[in-house]
């Protein structure tokens, strides 16, 4: 049997975003030279809204980029089907430039290193922060995000279900327990 549990609404997660993006100007002194990539699929929503609350604050208007991971993964010879390619999407250049990597939730650190791989194929970033919705700990590796939502400690039996209205149609954050 399973339970969910309502871990953040809309106005929620619109303020955790006004707070990231607050944020992400305080510790960068700026917006400038600023490049949000989002991580498919998730991530893409949440860097352009972030995008927008930035442009909000300074003015200024950030680069939005789309990054598919796929590829990168090191989970995909246990995958029993192909991996389904999007494409990665950064109409910048990203070289000696601030980018900011956007997910939705941050696990085991899997998806965020193999985001690092994909990032430095494409350029030379002068620096790499990440930020997510939400940080539900159990790293396996040592990735730690630079600006969080929220963070939710979680058992591994539990998982936590972000919908976007880009992506769902709704806007919230729950915890289904098994």
């Known amino acids: 049997m ?5 871990l953040l609404d ?22 400038k030279d ?13 860097a352009s809204r972030l995008a927008e609350k930035i442009k909000a604050i300074e003015g200024r208007q950030i680069p939005v980029g789309v990054l598919d991971i796929t590829l990168y993964r090191d989970d995909l010879a246990k995958e029993r ?4 390619i999007y494409s990665s999407n950064i109409d ?4 000696h430039k601030t980018i900011i990597l956007v997910d939705d939730v941050l696990y085991t650190g899997r998806t965020t290193r193999a985001a690092l791989d994909a990032l430095t194929d494409i350029g030379r ?3 790499i922060q990440l930020a997510v919705l939400i940080d539900r700990g159990h790293r396996e590796l040592p990735i730690r995000a630079d600006y969080v939502g929220k963070n939710v400690p979680t058992s591994r039996s539990e998982i936590i279900k972000v919908h976007l209205e880009e992506t769902d149609g709704n806007n919230s954050v729950t915890i289904e327990k098994k």
């Open 10 to 31: 809309e106005k929620a997660i619109n303020r955790a975003i006004t707070r990231i993006a607050h944020e992400i100007i305080e510790k960068n002194k700026g917006a």
């Open 125 to 127: 970033p002068r620096i």
């Open 2 to 6: 399973k339970s969910q549990v309502q």
């Open 34 to 46: 600023i490049v949000l990539v989002g991580i498919k699929s998730r991530g893409v929503p949440l």
């Open 81 to 84: 089907t192909e991996p389904v």
């Open 92 to 95: 910048t250049d990203i070289d």
